[in-house]
Nanobody, 119 residues
Framework: QVQLVESGGGLVQAGGSLRLSCAAS????????MGWYRQAPGKQRELVAR???????DYADSVKFRSTISRDIPKNTLYLQMNSLKPEDTAVYSC?????????????WGQGTQVTVSS
C-alpha cells in the first residue's frame, strides 16, 4: 500500500507561481513512477506531468515550459513547480503513484489539492 498526501494548493493571481508537494508513505520502494493530474469542473482528469525512477519526465503541452516536476527520493516527496499560472490552470490537482504489487502495477491516488488562478 502507498499513501499520498498533497499540499501547496491555493488561490493565486494569473502570472503567479505555486509549488505543489506530494508526500508518499507506505511501500514507497515499490513505486516506479509518480505524476500529477488535474481535473477542472466539467472536464475529464488529465495528465499534467510525470516522472519515473530514472528521472525521465513527461509534460502536458499546456504546461510544458511553465512547469517542473521533481522528486526527492530520500524525502519520498514529489513536487510540481508551476509558473506563469493561467486561469485555465484552475483545477483539483492530484498526485498519483504507480507501484509494483506482486507482478503487476497498481495506481495509487491522493485526495487532491485545489488550485485556483484568478484573472
Amino acid at each position: 500500500q502507498v499513501q499520498l498526501v498533497e499540499s501547496g494548493g491555493g488561490l493565486v493571481q494569473a502570472g503567479g507561481s505555486l509549488r505543489l508537494s506530494c508526500a508518499a508513505s507506505g511501500s514507497v520502494a515499490s513505486i516506479y513512477s509518480m505524476g500529477w493530474y488535474r481535473q477542472a469542473p466539467g472536464k475529464q482528469r488529465e495528465l499534467v506531468a510525470r516522472i519515473n525512477t530514472s528521472g525521465g519526465t513527461d509534460y502536458a503541452d499546456s504546461v510544458k515550459f511553465r512547469s517542473t516536476i521533481s522528486r526527492d527520493i530520500p524525502k519520498n516527496t514529489l513536487y510540481l513547480q508551476m509558473n506563469s499560472l493561467k486561469p485555465e490552470d484552475t483545477a483539483v490537482y492530484s498526485c498519483s503513484a504507480a507501484a509494483l504489487v506482486g507482478t503487476s502495477y497498481r495506481d495509487y491516488w491522493g485526495q487532491g489539492t485545489q488550485v485556483t488562478v484568478s484573472s
